[in-house]
Structure formats: structure tokens, C-alpha cells
């Protein structure tokens, strides 16, 4: 028994670290500013906007012409589409559209290549450089946003990313995660005066910055975490534009699901082991971002939190081990992630799509044990051909 009790104390340890962050973060949430309005600014700032592609053909032809659809002054903005092993047939047709077309070809694809690569076929030069995945859609204002925001020359700034789709459950909880991420690792942070945090896509950084910068980031897996880890580490400030809306498939069956976590959990796992010390010495030096980062690298995901908790606090109650602490740690992250919902996902979608929470979580939990060299290996989420959803245009 008194190793049982041991084991408990450091399980709950743990978890209880991690409920107290982001319960920090998610109260500071509520403090953020509204949306606010923009205005459209007579200076224009440049961008060109790199949408790096593997495969997924019929993706990028539509995603590519919903860009160039955005309402920005069109000698402002340039669209590069980074074509790694795209049909010849789809390069042709891109290259008929007002953007840039960059194939390339190699033996082990990663974003980082294709992105270094893009960068040296890029002669113009721009204010800007904006990164996007192969199914992100902007909203039309969304660059007219993006340069209110850059008003001030701001260096790194990143938009806020919404769900494309919702028509599965799984599309349902993955957007759902998405927001609370938001509302936690964005908002809540910049209202605490920390960066706020990455996303796969929408970041935008000045160009001169971004080109010296790129050269540095030579991830397989995990590109945005070395790039926001190096960042931070440099004392780059991210600042958060919550208005500026670029929407993003969402994963909408379980395969998908599971093949996505693995790349981001071996990410976490492999990023925490080589910037601890350095963020840990950071810190001493007053870079608390740095270290915060590197604390969100073991935190353990959202639904591995609350469904440990879960099944640990009935555990409790049975081998009478501390239940009601278990159970207000419980509570405490539960409600957490609650209010960083958007209202708009209370519904009777998010209750039916609660139901397959139990199998989103042991698909998880299976994948801890399958993360051995995955994050030296490119691990390709596949898209499909989606539209966004109408109902999802305001959900925060």
C-alpha cells in the first residue's frame, strides 16, 4: 500500500501542476481585450505568403484560388506555392493563376527545406513573409487585419486560426482543442504579458528577419516548435491577433486523429529533452518566455488531462486515497476548459460529440507507446477537399 501511495503522489503531482497552469491561463483568458475592430490603413505593408505543399493536389488547387481572393491591394500581396511532389498536371494548372509556383523534389521532404528553398526562388522583397498550410483559408479582410496589426512594425505576429470544418465529431473536439488552445496559450498568455504562442500556420514575421532567421530551423518533425523555441530563446516577442481569422481543416476520423497526435506529442517529448537546460539557465537570466515554453513541452495534452483525472479520482474513491482532492483537481480542470470555450460550442453537436471523448482518449494514450523515432521521420497528415463552414465564421 505505501507504494501505491507513492505512486498516487507523484501521478497527482503531476496532474496537479498541470491543472493549476492552465487554470492560471485560462482565468487570465477572460481578461482579454474583445475583439476589437480595425481600421483599413491608407500604408500598406507587403507580404508574400508561402503555402508549402506535399501531395494533396486537389487541396492546393482550391485553397490557392481562395487566396488570391482576399481583398488586398493585389501588388501588396504574393502567393508562392511550394509544389513537393504535386502531378505535373497540378503544377500546370497553378501556374495559370496570378501566384508563384516553386516545385521541389526531395529525398526526405520536411517544411524547413521546402520553405528554404521557396525563399532563394522568391527576387522581390517584401515586408512580410506569412506562412500557411496547404488547407488554410484566410478570411477576405484577414491581410488588412494582419497589417493593422503591423502598424508598428511589430516582428513576429500570429493570427487566429478556426476550424474549416465541424461535420464529424472528431472535426468537432479537434476544433474545439483549437479554441481552448487559443484561449489559453494566446490570450490568456498575452494578457499575463507572455508571447503568445504558435500555431502550425497564420505567422507572420518582417521579412529580413524571417529570411536570416529560416536558415536556422532544420526540423523533421516539429518545425513550429524549434521555430517558436528558437524565437523565444532569442527574446522575439509573438504577439497575437485574435480578429485576423484564417481557418483550418480539422481532422474528421479517428486515423487522421491518431497519426496527427503522434506527430506532435514525439515533437513535445523531443523539443522539452533539448531545451531544458538552456530555458532553465534562460530563465536565470530573466527570459521567463523561453522557460515557459519549455514548461508547455511537458505538459501533458488536454485529453490525456482530464481523462487521467478522470479515471484516477474514481480510482481514489475506491482505495479511499485523498478522493475529495482528486476530485476538486478534477473539477478545477474541467472548468477550466469549459470557459475557454466559445459560447458557440455549447450546443447539443458538442454533447453528442462528447460521447467518442473515451475513444479519442485511449487512441492518445496508445500512441505514447508508438512515439520511438517519430520525430525523425516526416509524418504527413493528409487534407481533404473541404469548405469551410458557415456556421463557424464568428465562433469566438
Same mark, same amino acid.
Given at each position: 500500500?505505501?507504494?501505491?501511495?507513492?505512486?498516487?503522489?507523484?501521478?497527482?503531482?503531476?496532474?496537479?501542476?498541470?491543472?493549476?497552469?492552465?487554470?492560471?491561463?485560462?482565468?487570465?483568458?477572460?481578461f482579454a481585450k474583445k475583439k476589437s475592430g480595425f481600421q483599413v490603413l491608407e500604408q500598406k505593408k507587403s507580404f508574400v505568403i508561402f503555402m508549402p505543399c506535399y501531395k494533396g493536389d486537389e487541396v492546393i488547387k482550391h485553397t490557392a484560388r481562395e487566396a488570391l481572393k482576399v481583398n488586398y491591394p493585389k501588388d501588396k500581396f504574393r502567393i508562392v506555392v511550394i509544389a513537393d511532389s504535386l502531378q505535373p498536371e497540378t503544377i500546370a494548372d497553378l501556374q495559370t493563376l496570378d501566384l508563384q509556383v516553386v516545385p521541389v523534389k526531395f529525398e526526405n521532404?520536411?517544411?524547413?527545406?521546402?520553405?528554404?528553398?521557396?525563399?532563394?526562388?522568391?527576387?522581390?522583397?517584401?515586408?512580410?513573409?506569412?506562412?500557411?498550410?496547404?488547407?488554410?483559408?484566410?478570411? #477576405?479582410?484577414? /491581410?488588412?487585419?494582419?497589417?493593422?496589426?503591423?502598424? $508598428? %512594425?511589430?516582428?513576429?505576429?500570429?493570427? !487566429? +486560426? =478556426?476550424?474549416?470544418?465541424?461535420?464529424? #465529431?472528431?472535426? /468537432?473536439?479537434?476544433?474545439?482543442?483549437?479554441?481552448? $488552445? %487559443?484561449?489559453?496559450?494566446?490570450?490568456? !498568455? +498575452? =494578457?499575463?504579458?507572455?508571447?503568445?504562442?504558435?500555431?502550425?500556420?497564420?505567422?507572420?514575421?518582417?521579412?529580413?528577419?524571417?529570411?536570416?532567421?529560416?536558415?536556422?530551423?532544420?526540423?523533421?518533425?516539429?518545425?513550429?516548435?524549434?521555430?517558436?523555441?528558437?524565437?523565444?530563446?532569442?527574446?522575439?516577442?509573438?504577439?497575437?491577433?485574435?480578429?485576423?481569422?484564417?481557418?483550418?481543416?480539422?481532422?474528421?476520423?479517428?486515423?487522421?486523429?491518431?497519426?496527427?497526435?503522434?506527430?506532435?506529442?514525439?515533437?513535445?517529448?523531443?523539443?522539452?529533452?533539448?531545451?531544458?537546460?538552456?530555458?532553465?539557465?534562460?530563465?536565470?537570466?530573466?527570459?521567463?518566455?523561453?522557460?515557459?515554453?519549455?514548461?508547455?513541452?511537458?505538459?501533458?495534452?488536454?485529453?490525456?488531462?482530464?481523462?487521467?483525472?478522470?479515471?484516477?479520482?474514481?480510482?481514489?474513491?475506491?482505495?479511499?486515497?485523498?478522493?475529495?482532492?482528486?476530485?476538486?483537481?478534477?473539477?478545477?480542470?474541467?472548468?477550466?476548459?469549459?470557459?475557454?470555450?466559445?459560447?458557440?460550442?455549447?450546443?447539443?453537436?458538442?454533447?453528442?460529440?462528447?460521447?467518442?471523448?473515451?475513444?479519442?482518449?485511449?487512441?492518445?494514450?496508445?500512441?505514447?507507446?508508438?512515439?520511438?523515432?517519430?520525430?525523425?521521420?516526416?509524418?504527413?497528415?493528409?487534407?481533404?477537399?473541404?469548405?469551410?463552414?458557415?456556421?463557424?465564421?464568428?465562433?469566438?
Amino acid at each position: 500500500m505505501i507504494i501505491i501511495k507513492f505512486i498516487f503522489a507523484i501521478v497527482f503531482a503531476y496532474l496537479y501542476f498541470n491543472t493549476v497552469y492552465i487554470a492560471v491561463f485560462a482565468f487570465a483568458g477572460l481578461f482579454a481585450k474583445k475583439k476589437s475592430g480595425f481600421q483599413v490603413l491608407e500604408q500598406k505593408k507587403s507580404f508574400v505568403i508561402f503555402m508549402p505543399c506535399y501531395k494533396g493536389d486537389e487541396v492546393i488547387k482550391h485553397t490557392a484560388r481562395e487566396a488570391l481572393k482576399v481583398n488586398y491591394p493585389k501588388d501588396k500581396f504574393r502567393i508562392v506555392v511550394i509544389a513537393d511532389s504535386l502531378q505535373p498536371e497540378t503544377i500546370a494548372d497553378l501556374q495559370t493563376l496570378d501566384l508563384q509556383v516553386v516545385p521541389v523534389k526531395f529525398e526526405n521532404s520536411t517544411k524547413a527545406k521546402s520553405l528554404k528553398a521557396a525563399l532563394k526562388a522568391v527576387k522581390e522583397h517584401y515586408d512580410y513573409a506569412m506562412i500557411l498550410d496547404i488547407d488554410n483559408i484566410m478570411e #477576405p479582410a484577414f /491581410l488588412e487585419k494582419m497589417n493593422y496589426h503591423l502598424r $508598428n %512594425n511589430t516582428r513576429v505576429l500570429q493570427a !487566429h +486560426r =478556426v476550424a474549416l470544418n465541424t461535420d464529424t #465529431p472528431f472535426a /468537432l473536439l479537434d476544433a474545439i482543442s483549437e479554441e481552448i $488552445n %487559443n484561449h489559453i496559450f494566446r490570450k490568456g !498568455h +498575452r =494578457v499575463l504579458g507572455l508571447s503568445a504562442a504558435f500555431i502550425g500556420s497564420g505567422k507572420a514575421l518582417e521579412y529580413n528577419f524571417y529570411a536570416a532567421f529560416i536558415q536556422e530551423i532544420d526540423a523533421i518533425g516539429g518545425f513550429d516548435k524549434e521555430m517558436e523555441l528558437k524565437l523565444l530563446k532569442q527574446k522575439e516577442y509573438i504577439e497575437y491577433a485574435d480578429n485576423a481569422l484564417v481557418y483550418d481543416e480539422k481532422v474528421q476520423e479517428a486515423g487522421r486523429f491518431q497519426n496527427q497526435r503522434k506527430r506532435w506529442l514525439s515533437a513535445q517529448f523531443h523539443y522539452f529533452s533539448s531545451h531544458f537546460f538552456p530555458a532553465t539557465l534562460a530563465l536565470l537570466k530573466g527570459n521567463l518566455d523561453y522557460f515557459d515554453k519549455m514548461i508547455q513541452m511537458i505538459l501533458f495534452p488536454r485529453l490525456l488531462l482530464i481523462g487521467s483525472l478522470f479515471l484516477l479520482t474514481a480510482l481514489s474513491f475506491l482505495l479511499q486515497l485523498y478522493p475529495f482532492i482528486w476530485l476538486g483537481t478534477f473539477l478545477l480542470a474541467l472548468f477550466s476548459l469549459l470557459i475557454s470555450m466559445p459560447r458557440a460550442y455549447y450546443s447539443k453537436r458538442t454533447l453528442l460529440a462528447v460521447l467518442h471523448i473515451p475513444k479519442a482518449f485511449f487512441l492518445m494514450f496508445a500512441t505514447l507507446f508508438k512515439l520511438k523515432g517519430a520525430n525523425k521521420k516526416f509524418i504527413h497528415t493528409e487534407h481533404s477537399h473541404v469548405q469551410k463552414n458557415e456556421t463557424d465564421e464568428n465562433r469566438n
